[in-house]
C-alpha cells in the first residue's frame, strides 16, 4: 500500500520568493499479494475526493479495501485541482495583491444539496427519495472520523488510542460534536488455537451533546478474532503511479 503524486510540476507566486508544486494528481493504491484481477482505477465525481471509496457515510468497509480483498490491485486517485492533490492559489493571489484582473479568477463551483440530490439518486427532487434507495440517508448530514496511534511492545502487548469522532450538522451548535480523548492497551494472543486480539480502553467526553444527558466517559472493550486468508497479504508495494 502506498501513495503518489504524478504529474507534479513546479510554479511560481506573489508571496515570497519560491516555488510550490501545482498539477498533481493524488493516487493512494493497494496490490495485494498474487493479483488476480486487472488494476481498477477509482475516480471521484462532483466535488468529491477519492475518499468516498474508503467507506461508506454510515462506517462501513468502502469499494476501494473490498475489491482488494478479493485480489485486485486498486488505485484511487484525487483530481488535480482537488481534495488531497491541492490546487494552483497563484490566479487568486495574483488578483488579491493587485496585479491582475478579478475577472480572471476561475469560477469555483458550488454543488448544492438540491444538486447532489438528484445527481446522486437519492430520488427525483429534493427531498423525495426513490423507495428503494439503499443509501443511508440518515447519515447524509453525520460525520464520522476515527484515528488510531499504537505503539507495541514484546509478547504481544500494546497501548492504543483510536477516539471515535462523530458529528451531526443539523443538531444545534453545542450538540453537533462528540469528541473523545484517552486510550488503552490490549495483546495479540490465542485463545486455546485461535489467534485473537483483545484490547480495552477509557475515553473522556471533552465535547459532547449540551442540551442532552450524556455520560462524561465510555469505556469499550474489543474482542477480534483473526483468521488468515491469502488475499488479506498486503505487502509493500514498489515503483510509482
Known amino acids: 500500500m502506498s501513495s503518489a503524486y504524478p504529474g507534479a510540476s513546479l510554479a511560481t507566486g506573489p508571496a515570497a520568493p519560491g516555488s510550490i508544486t501545482i498539477n498533481q494528481m493524488y493516487v493512494h493504491y493497494r496490490i495485494p499479494a498474487g493479483p488476480k484481477g486487472v488494476p481498477l482505477v477509482l475516480v471521484h465525481g462532483s466535488n468529491h475526493t477519492g475518499m468516498t471509496y474508503e467507506t461508506t457515510p454510515d462506517g462501513r ?8 480483498r478479493q485480489g485486485y490491485p486498486v488505485y484511487v486517485v484525487d483530481h488535480s485541482g482537488r481534495g488531497r492533490s491541492g490546487f494552483n492559489p497563484t490566479p487568486i ?14 469560477t469555483l463551483f458550488i454543488g448544492t444539496l438540491e444538486r447532489a440530490w438528484s445527481n446522486f439518486r437519492f430520488g427525483p427532487e ?11 440517508l440518515e447519515a447524509l448530514d453525520q460525520y464520522l472520523m476515527q484515528y488510531f496511534v499504537t505503539r507495541n511492545f514484546e509478547h504481544g502487548w500494546f497501548l492504543t488510542s483510536s477516539p471515535i469522532l462523530t458529528a451531526n450538522w443539523r443538531a444545534p451548535g453545542e450538540n453537533q460534536w462528540l469528541v473523545p480523548f484517552g486510550g488503552g492497551f490490549g495483546k495479540m494472543t490465542r485463545f486455546f488455537s485461535q489467534p485473537m486480539v483483545w484490547q480495552m480502553h477509557a475515553y473522556y467526553n471533552a465535547v459532547h451533546p ?5 455520560p462524561k466517559w465510555q469505556v469499550r472493550l474489543q474482542v477480534a478474532l483473526l483468521f488468515r486468508h491469502k488475499s488479506d497479504v498486503f505487502p509493500t508495494c514498489v515503483g510509482s503511479a
Do not use: M
Open 126 to 136: 429534493y427531498p423525495k427519495p426513490f423507495s428503494n434507495l439503499q443509501f443511508p
Open 61 to 68: 468497509e468502502g469499494w476501494a479495501t473490498w475489491f482488494v
Open 93 to 106: 493571489n495574483a488578483v488579491r495583491d493587485g496585479g491582475a484582473d478579478p475577472k480572471s479568477v476561475p
Open 210 to 214: 449540551r442540551d442532552l444527558p450524556y
